[in-house]
């Protein structure tokens, strides 16, 4: 009997909680004795991140489409800056992973796809936002500012659950 694959974007919102849960992990990792975190874990993140994107962009149409694959070209700059410098591209980068997943997760709610999951995309990607530009809501006291990782985290995982249940 053969098991039937799973859709694209069912693999890509697992991806993107996949994601989210390396974030988690890292945040609460240090109250549980472990030391769960360096440039392995940031490397896994961001390849979820980077192929999740893309398996969106793979199935969604239109703009949404466009919007999903710059924010995975977007991810995967940031991968490429983990083993080089790649100045140039950073900025422009970090730009397009999130506006990129913002916009594509806000055409998904405005388009036929509403759901929890898009919904959910959308706040995830509003907390990634403050998670790569955390000068943008450097106003919060620092302790707060520490919680940004695991709120984009848990959210994410969240998305990436509901994602796929449309």
Avoid: C
Avoid at 71 to 77: D, E, H, S
Avoid at 95 to 123: D, E, H, P, T
Avoid at 127 to 151: D, E, H, I, R
Wanted: net charge positive.
């Amino acid at each position: 009997m053969a098991r039937a694959k799973a859709p694209k974007t069912q693999v890509g919102g697992y991806l993107l909680a996949g994601a989210g849960a390396l974030l988690v992990l890292a945040f609460i990792s240090p109250v549980i004795g472990l030391a769960v975190d360096g440039w392995f874990l940031n490397l896994l993140f961001h390849a979820a991140m980077t192929a999740g994107f893309a398996l969106l962009a793979v199935t969604t149409e239109g703009p949404t489409r466009i919007a999903f694959g710059l924010a995975a070209v977007g991810w995967l700059i940031r991968v490429l800056s983990i083993f080089a410098a790649v100045d140039v591209l950073y900025a422009p980068g970090n730009l397009l992973a999130v506006f990129g997943g913002l916009v594509g997760a806000a055409l998904m709610v405005s388009g036929r796809r509403k759901g929890g999951g898009a919904i959910a995309l959308v706040i995830a990607m509003l907390l990634g936002v403050a998670y790569v530009f955390p000068t943008l809501v450097s106003f919060l006291p620092g302790q707060a500012l520490g919680f940004v990782p695991a709120l984009f985290g848990a959210a994410l995982l969240v998305a990436g659950i509901l994602l796929p249940r449309r």
